[in-house]
């Protein structure tokens, strides 16, 4: 079975792109093997699902590494460069921020499915949240 996580970038209520750039930089370290819409991340079961093209609206994660992994490093920082929200399926809270400011430029049809937005300082807690809900 596998879990997945998606990251989406929010502006105005709407959904909005950055450079696809940005998390190739921010993930090149661990990646395995890569295609032009997936890549294979080091040390784990981890795959990045990844639209082609070089502005992008996020994208998945499926079967997420274990905290150790520099993965939640690398996403934590990428989160805090685009404006963006981490969630995933859950009958609790299941999504986060690292500023609360992108709180305002999610779509409220958003927020009543994913439930209360919780505001992260730090990689480790995002783990935390993903296993409270």
Not at 55 to 62: K, L, M, Q
Not at 78 to 106: C, F, K, N
Not at 125 to 131: K, Q, S
Request: charge should be negative; aromatic fraction near 10%.
């Amino acid at each position: 079975m596998s879990f997945d996580i998606f990251l989406g970038c929010m502006k105005n209520g709407e959904s909005a792109t950055f450079p696809r750039a940005l998390v190739e930089t921010a993930f090149a370290p661990f990646i395995e093997s890569r295609s032009d819409r997936s890549w294979k991340l080091t040390d784990s079961l981890a795959d990045v699902w990844i639209q082609a093209g070089p502005e992008i609206y996020g994208f998945t994660v499926s079967r997420p590494p274990g905290d150790e992994h520099p993965f939640w490093q690398a996403l934590f920082d990428l989160m805090r460069q685009t404006q963006s929200v981490l969630y995933w399926p859950s009958d609790g809270p299941a999504s986060v921020v690292t500023d609360e400011a992108v709180i305002a430029h999610m779509p409220a049809e958003m927020i009543e499915i994913v439930g209360p937005v919780i505001v992260v300082e730090t990689p480790l807690e995002i783990g935390e949240c993903i296993r409270n809900s």
